[in-house]
């Protein structure tokens, strides 16, 4: 095999799977896949992340050790010049060495803290509304707050997919077009695949 075969075969490997894809009647787009969130190409990936942008676990470990140092240089030089970042309005750095031109910092809420609900419904929409003001196209969101923050796989599933389908409904000519949740391990697909099965009877 050729080297440029090999690489071919290793990308091939390493691509995302994508399981679901959903038009709304405006004709944007909700995706479903698994796989590495560190590995897409939509403009912007989003970045499950503390209100100090000190990115060393996680989605947002992942995202520092593939981008390169100076995703978290410039969430520092966010960070002092804005402050700590809220649920509603996330932060917003380039994407280093990954595919992606953006990344979008999201502070979900912490399973317990109280508003939980409220809280991760901001920063979804805080998201949406930070791509549109990018300009951009597509996005890609993980499980915000399902992991180390503790929040119910199945109910941050049914809170993602209302709150964006409700921006789609406000927006119907939005020029972001297509948003996909990458997950990464089956269990979450599996929350998130029941939770859509429901939300969608239910429309």
Sequence with gaps: MSKTSYECA??????????????FVSGQVLEIAQGDITRENTDAIVNAANN??????GVAGAILQRGGYKIQEESDAWVRKYGPV????????????LECRY??????????EGDEDQKLTAAVRG?????????????????????????PKDRAARIIFETIAAYFEEFPISGLTRVRITLFDT???NHFMREFDA???AQ
């Design 199 to 201: 939300w969608k009877s």
């Design 52 to 57: 100090r942008l000190q990115h060393g676990a």
């Design 86 to 97: 809220s649920h509603d309005k996330p932060a917003y750095t380039s994407g280093g060495f």
């Design 10 to 23: 290793q990308n091939e490997m390493r691509m995302n799977e994508l399981i679901l894809s959903y038009p």
């Design 127 to 151: 998201c949406l509304q930070t791509a549109e003001e990018l300009r951009l196209t597509s996005l890609s969101f993980p499980a915000i707050s399902t992991g180390i923050f503790g929040f």
């Design 187 to 189: 269990d979450s697909v």
């Design 103 to 112: 990344v979008i910092h999201a502070v979900g809420p912490v399973w317990g």
